[in-house]
Each structure stands twice: as C-alpha cells, then as structure tokens.
C-alpha cells in the first residue's frame, strides 16, 4: 500500500490539479480526494510482482478467438 500520509496525499493531488489547471469545487473536494486514495492503493496493488502460483491458470489464445 502507499505509504503516503493524507496530508501527503492531498498535496500531491493538488499538484496534480495545478498542473492540469484545473480548480476542484469545495462541496466535491472530500468525495474526489477519497477516490483518489483509492486510485492510489488499486495502482499499488497492480505493481506488484507476482510468482507463478499467483497467476491464472489459464491464458487466451488468440487463434480460437479469431475463429
């Protein structure tokens, strides 16, 4: 997971917001800084390694698809 605290977090998606030019409207501010929390930790969950027993035991075969 992050190791971002919330303050860290807002500061770092008020830049984001800064960079952008764009102004967050205050009554969404709470709801909109939540679900950025949650981008974040989904991002940290996608990065992560995984070994083989992780893995789908299936693949796609793109040669059936195309039938």
Known sequence: MSDL???MLEAEFQ???ARAGMELP???RDVILTS???F???MD???MALDATQ???NIFRM???AR
């Open 45 to 47: 969950v996608m990065h």
């Open 26 to 28: 205050a009554e969404r």
């Open 36 to 38: 950025y929390a949650d």
């Open 63 to 65: 040669q059936g698809a």
């Open 5 to 7: 605290s919330p303050a």
């Open 40 to 42: 974040r930790a989904q």
């Open 55 to 57: 893995e789908p035991s």
């Open 15 to 17: 830049t984001f917001l």
